[in-house]
């Protein structure tokens, strides 16, 4: 549990959402930034209730209604693995600013997001090599209209896809530096 001893090492605890849209490399960057901060990982896919997976598996986006609940259950989860475990880093497509400020406000702690920025030719590239995934290219194009790129005031960087993954890790660590954990 979050003891008054183990608060007290951090400003804030880590709580850190990498986002962006399908392909950008969530569960990969998140599950290795996580290991090298020794948090827990969690990844936002495995909690999408079965009808929001069975809806991206025929091609149709999802909409807010489809998203709201489904926020509801990370932010508790969130919450739970920070108390257990002084933070965490999940994996999750915080498409939309109210969704980045919901699962803050929920929470009732600073949370940080990574985005991880690249483009329609590299998306495409890489979900069309990943096997085994239900997300279909096809909604690669209503991803990258959904997303919201991060406004000034908001607690995100942002970092390029386009390397390979250990100096993307480092990148993301770096630019994470600025942040009082
Ligand atoms: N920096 C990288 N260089 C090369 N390949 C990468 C890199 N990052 C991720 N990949 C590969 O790209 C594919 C997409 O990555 P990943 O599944 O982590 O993305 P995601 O954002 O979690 O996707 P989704 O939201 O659709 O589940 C995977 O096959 C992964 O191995
Ligand atoms: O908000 C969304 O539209 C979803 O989270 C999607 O981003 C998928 O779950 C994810 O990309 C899986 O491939």
Excluded at 91 to 117: H, I, M, T, W
């Amino acid at each position: 549990m979050l003891t008054a001893e183990s608060q007290s090492r951090f400003n804030n605890p880590p709580i850190i959402v990498v986002m962006g849209v399908s392909g950008c490399g969530k569960s990969t960057v998140g599950a290795a930034l996580a290991q090298r901060r020794s948090l827990p990982f969690m990844d936002a896919d495995d909690y999408h209730p079965a009808a929001n997976v069975a809806k991206m598996s025929q091609s149709i986006p999802l909409n807010d209604a489809d998203r709201w609940p489904w926020f509801e259950t990370l932010a508790k989860t969130m919450l739970e693995k920070t108390k257990m475990s002084g933070g965490v880093v999940c994996g999750c497509s915080a498409l939309k600013k109210s969704y980045r400020e919901f699962l803050s406000k929920q929470l009732g702690l600073p949370v940080v997001y990574v985005l991880l920025n690249g483009s329609r030719a590299l998306l495409l590239e890489r979900m069309s090599a990943r096997k085994d995934h239900y997300m279909p290219v096809s909604l690669l194009d209503s991803q990258l209209d959904t997303l919201e790129m991060p406004d000034d005031d908001e607690p995100v960087v942002i970092v390029s896809i386009d390397q390979d993954l250990g100096p993307l890790i480092e990148a993301v660590d770096t630019a994470l530096a600025s942040f009082e954990f």
